[in-house]
């Protein structure tokens, strides 16, 4: 009788640990994709999104995040895009873009208005490459406040990202431009905030660029700045093969 018992109470155990019996799932899709949207889309939602089927659906639902995904054949699904251009015109200001991993995103000169999140699908930031084509001014341009995550960024004339205004954030990304001999025509990141380039509507009290464990590799410079901002706070540090930056470009 003690052996049956025993034999109980672990069924019981393992049932009540179970995934599909936790009191989180008696909760309705609205309500728990209202929690998921707390969640930072990286880590935190990308791994949610591994627990089970439900959960997949409802942490890659398009009211959380628009997917670019060139492998996608019928693109009447709901928040999925072809192309990184599209999907930045369709978004809503405050959305998530994630990009999917493997092979390269093409992007010239897409200018960014609204404040957005680009985050790349990979494990590592080199999986998810954007590519900026000879004869474009830059990859990406903002004049909004921005942040990108988790991506390569690629130049081979040019810069790989044109900062116009707002607030830029770029975290844990690679940025390589041309290397010799036309690195003196190509930079990394380029700021013309408070240059008076753009229109008064267009700039921002907030201006600034936040970087940080970011590989930068080839170009004249890290950053060029033609505007009110400076580089301040520089931090590097050595890792075998690769340079990582810290630092910010605020004003003077």
Known sequence: ????????????????????????????????????????????????????????????????????????????????????????????????ILIAAGGSHLASNIQIKK???????????????????????SALEFLSTCKLTNLTVKAELGCC???RSGRLIIDECILQCESNPLDYLSCPIVSTAGSGVFPSNLKSDGDSISVSHTRIEGGAKAVLTSGDLALQQVRVIYARTCLYFWFDVDCR
Not at 14 to 32: E, K, M, W, Y
Not at 117 to 122: D, K
Request: aromatic share 6%; hydrophobic share 35%; with cysteine.
């Open 1 to 96: 009788m003690k052996v049956e018992e025993l034999e109980k109470r672990n069924s019981r155990k393992i049932t009540s640990s179970s995934p599909s019996s936790a009191l989180i799932n008696n909760l309705d899709d609205g309500c728990l994709m209202h929690i998921f949207s707390f969640l930072s889309p990286i880590p935190d939602r990308y791994n949610t999104a591994l627990v089970c089927h439900r959960w997949c659906y409802l942490a890659c639902h398009p009211r959380l995040w628009l997917r670019v995904d060139r492998s996608v054949q019928d693109f009447s699904e709901p928040g999925v895009f072809p192309n990184i251009e599209e999907a930045v015109s369709a978004a809503r200001p405050g959305d998530t």
């Open 115 to 137: 404040p957005l999140c680009l985050i790349g699908g990979g494990e590592l930031p080199d999986e998810t490459t954007v590519i900026c084509l000879r004869g474009s001014d």
């Open 161 to 163: 990202l044109l900062h």
